[in-house]
């Protein structure tokens, strides 16, 4: 955005930069965090004149990109804009976990996680988070925060879920200055929930490694430089015979849930192919084929 934002609206300036960067690598991901940004800026502050002016150059702003982006489907179809979202975020995060667990811990990294946490705000856009996504955002924000302040206190960072009791959120990362900030309640905040968490039992997204071309490997970072990052083998599972023919079983009785779930599956495995993750596509594919035929996940 050209115009300055009015400190009313600093809430969302994280949401705006994060549509920046991805203005021509992924049009879809800039449009979905500027709208997230409008929603959330109109109910910041929608009356005082400098946030109505700038809130309005968004709106004309959204308006342009989405006749642009017409034939999209991930714009058109709200299914698939959340999939797309989705599988973005949950990237980012897988790539950073996988450098956490290694012991690896670097600017990249950090801001890995925060953008993942943002994308994830961005699905609120869609509808209210489930709760899986709300850990991983919870997650993702704490460890960006956690490790920037390990490393700028010259301190070594605890790899993986650790217990951060007394600790959540303390501080909120700013990826562009390095600075800490106390967090938004928005952003914190789901039918109050205990800030002493432990995450040692959260439920990592499916997946051990990021793939190769995870798009968090793609950020350009000015100032020290970190160690580069080495492609990750992606591993394609084996597709189960018993499924190649499989025919739905006779006694088996769908449900609404069940068809929903399917379309889930299928509508991932689109989302994984568009960044040619084989691999999670058909680990997809094979979910929503065994509930189909056989009523069991």
């Given amino acids: 955005m050209a115009a300055a934002l009015p400190p009313q609206l600093k809430q969302i300036q994280h949401h705006l930069r994060t549509g920046q960067e991805h203005e021509k690598r992924d049009p879809v991901v800039a449009y979905y ?10 109910k910041l502050d929608s009356k005082t004149p400098e946030c109505r002016k700038f809130l309005v150059k968004l709106m004309d702003q959204l308006e342009t990109m989405k006749k642009e982006l017409g ?17 973005y ?11 956490d667990r290694s012991g690896r811990f670097h600017k990249n990294m950090i801001k890995s996680f925060y ?8 699905l609120s856009v869609f509808g209210e988070l489930s709760e899986e996504n709300f850990q991983h955002r919870k997650y993702a924000k704490w460890k960006a925060t956690y490790i920037h302040n390990c490393l700028k206190n010259g301190e070594v960072p605890q790899s993986g879920p650790i217990g951060m009791e007394g600790e959540a959120y303390d501080d909120e990362y700013d990826v562009e200055h390095g600075a800490a900030s106390r967090p938004s309640p928005h952003v914190l905040s789901k039918e109050d929930p205990d800030a002493n968490t432990n995450f040692s039992n959260l439920q990592i997204p499916p997946g051990a490694h990021a793939p190769a071309n995870t798009p968090a490997e793609v950020p350009h970072f000015t100032g020290e ?3 580069p990052v080495q492609p990750v083998p992606r591993n394609i599972p084996v597709v189960d015979p018993s499924l190649l023919n499989a025919m739905q079983q006779g006694e088996v ?9 399917a379309q889930k599956y299928c509508k991932y495995a689109g989302s994984a192919l568009q960044y040619e993750d084989v691999g999670e596509a058909i680990q997809n594919l094979q979910k929503a084929l065994k509930l189909l035929t056989t009523g069991r996940e």
């Fill in 253 to 261: 009785r769908l449900t609404p849930e069940d068809y929903a779930r």
């Fill in 89 to 99: 975020a949950l990237k980012m995060f897988l790539y950073a976990d996988n450098e």
């Fill in 33 to 42: 965090c500027r709208l997230y940004a409008m929603q959330t800026g109109m």
């Fill in 71 to 87: 034939d999209n489907e991930s714009i058109s179809q709200e299914l698939v804009g959340h999939a797309h979202i989705e599988n």
């Fill in 115 to 122: 953008t993942a946490s943002l994308l994830l705000d961005v």
């Fill in 225 to 227: 430089p970190s160690n």
